[in-house]
């Protein structure tokens, strides 16, 4: 169905987006999203120094072949 849409029907929608809800409006629109697309953008940048953070405070735990008490 969107496969058909091409350039003059892009700018129809465009056009018809600007009438019904005026520049203003648009305007303030875009820039939530920029606000919202930055603060999602901080959110992962957080998240990975985070788990970076889990990944070098880790320890290995496993047991050492030289250090087993079982040897027969």
């Known amino acids: 169905m969107l496969n ?3 350039l003059p029907g892009l ?3 465009a056009v018809v987006v600007l009438v019904l809800f005026g520049r203003g409006k648009i305007s ?4 939530e999203v920029g606000k919202g697309i930055t603060s999602f953008k901080k959110g ?3 998240g ?3 788990a970076d953070a889990g ?3 880790a320890r290995d ?4 072949a030289n250090t087993t008490k079982d040897k027969v």
């Not at 303030?28 to 820039?31: A, K, P």
């Not at 735990?61 to 050492?64: A, I, S, Y």
């Open 4 to 6: 058909n849409i091409g």
């Open 11 to 13: 700018l129809l929608i």
């Open 28 to 31: 303030t629109l875009m820039g």
């Open 44 to 46: 992962v940048k957080e």
């Open 48 to 50: 990975n120094e985070e």
């Open 55 to 57: 990944i070098e405070s």
């Open 61 to 64: 735990v496993t047991p050492d």
